[in-house]
């Protein structure tokens, strides 16, 4: 779903994020809004962000008003602050029972995200492993991932007809086609106003990781710099769309014609093709080196719970009757507002909205060339690598003495976190 998706953080909403999450780790219980049979209020509060698409606010409503174990209010945040306003709100007493945010570890290290553990387990095998392992600390699982959002180029088709061009493999192919795709009125891509929606997939595309699987810097390679070099090329070309009404989760810039391909998730598929019929096509981000290999970012939203509040059962009972038992409601979620793919597996093989056309293949290359977000990646490393895109891709600076600094700051981070 675009609005606030969860590649939209700017650089400055992430450093805000990691400062609210290292306050969250000093809190003592908060929240007095309680649910019916579990504490002195009269009902729970979930958070959630003002999805873009119409008719989700509606939905998230009719499914809380369907509860009957409590009376459970929506807050619906606007802007594009939502990660401010949720970690200034876990301050307070006015705390959300319920938040919708994505994994980090420094919430689990803090106590302030509830072990959802034994609510998950008796349906674990249904969800998707790799969405499992991105909630799970030392065997334990903390919030239950309600979409998956798989994230693409899209192309135009009729475009590369016209260039006479094939899908690019290759970064050196992806920055030739943009050439090519040029003109006058349309730019050949659009990657994000500053960049960092394709920071990850250039890692993986290079064949390397944020972080390895005993949590060690992983970025910082050769392939990574010379993918970072070749898009400083791409930013100087003349080729890439830059500063454009809206960022990469909104589809508007392949949809009003100023530019030829445009990174961007699945959930906007719908109004790709509400505006462009069948002209429209997905391809993962291509590998970046000899030893690279595509990849897809699989982003999404997943359900927490408060453990600092003081209504953390009623509140896990209402997340399993919504996210894990609704089925309905969970299909609904992810396929009627914008398309994603359900954490479920036996409700992502039964969706009817994504078994054929432009969703099935999204379906396909999310499985085949997923990447799932570490929990160890903080929003503090985040902020640091987009330093990197900063410094390199749209100044000029050394590709490898910034990956170099990078790696510093978090290496330090990862020894606050694991020691």
């Keep these: 779903m675009s609005a606030l998706s969860s590649r939209n953080f700017d650089r400055r909403t992430a450093l805000r994020a990691a400062l609210g999450l290292a306050a969250a780790g000093g809190l003592a219980a908060c ?50 602050n939502f990660e401010q306003k949720l970690f200034a709100a876990l301050l307070t007493d006015n705390a959300p029972d319920v938040f919708e945010f994505h994994p980090q570890i420094q919430m689990v290290k803090s106590g302030q ?61 992806l920055i030739e086609a943009a050439d090519k795709l040029t003109t006058s009125k349309v730019k050949g891509i659009f990657l994000g106003n ?68 445009q990174w961007c998730g699945m959930w906007a598929m719908p109004a790709m093709q509400q505006a462009l019929g069948d002209d429209i096509g997905i391809f993962p981000f291509p590998k970046v080196g000899s030893a690279g290999k595509q990849s897809v970012y699989n982003g999404g939203w997943s359900m927490f719970v408060n453990a600092k509040g ?9 997340v399993k009757w919504l996210w894990i038992e609704q089925k309905k409601y969970q299909e609904d979620f992810a ?28 379906v396909k290359l999310f499985n085949e060339f997923g990447h799932f977000d570490n929990i160890g990646w903080t929003q503090a490393m985040i902020a640091a690598f987009w330093d990197v895109i900063a410094n390199t891709v749209r100044k000029d600076g050394d590709p490898k003495a910034a990956l170099d600094a990078c790696e510093k700051k978090v290496d330090a981070e990862l020894k606050k976190l694991f020691g």
């Excluded at 499914?63 to 606007?78: N, P």
């Excluded at 693409?152 to 899908?167: G, T």
């Excluded at 390397?208 to 930013?235: C, E, M, S, Y």
């Excluded at 003081?310 to 209402?318: D, F, H, L, P």
């Design 194 to 261: 500053d960049l960092t929606s394709v920071d990850r997939p250039l890692i993986w595309s290079a064949g390397a990781d944020t972080l390895t699987a005993d949590n060690k810097p992983a970025f910082n390679t050769d392939a990574v710099a010379d993918g970072l070099k070749q898009l400083r090329g791409l930013f100087t070309s003349g080729n890439l769309l830059l500063d454009a009404p809206a960022d990469s989760w909104d589809p508007s810039a392949l949809i009003q014609g100023l530019t030829a391909m």
């Design 31 to 80: 929240g007095s809004n309680t649910g019916r049979g579990g504490g002195s209020g009269d009902g729970l509060v979930q958070y959630f962000h003002a999805y873009g698409e119409a008719g989700v606010e509606q939905a998230v409503k009719k499914y809380a008003k369907a509860y009957d174990k409590a009376d459970v209010t929506t807050q619906w945040i606007t802007g594009n």
């Design 113 to 173: 995200v509830a072990d959802l553990t034994d609510i998950i387990d008796p349906v674990k095998d249904d969800f998707n492993p790799a969405d499992i392992k991105s909630h799970t600390v030392d065997g334990k699982i903390y919030g239950v991932r309600m979409i998956d959002d798989p994230q693409f180029l899209f192309y135009r088709p009729s475009l590369f007809e016209k260039a006479k061009i094939e899908v690019p493999t290759t970064l050196e192919e």
């Design 310 to 318: 003081k209504n953390v059962e009623a509140a896990k009972a209402y």
């Design 335 to 362: 396929t009627s507002y914008g398309f994603h793919i359900p954490p479920r597996t036996s409700l992502a093989e039964s969706a009817t909205k994504l078994k054929s056309g432009l969703p099935a293949e999204g």
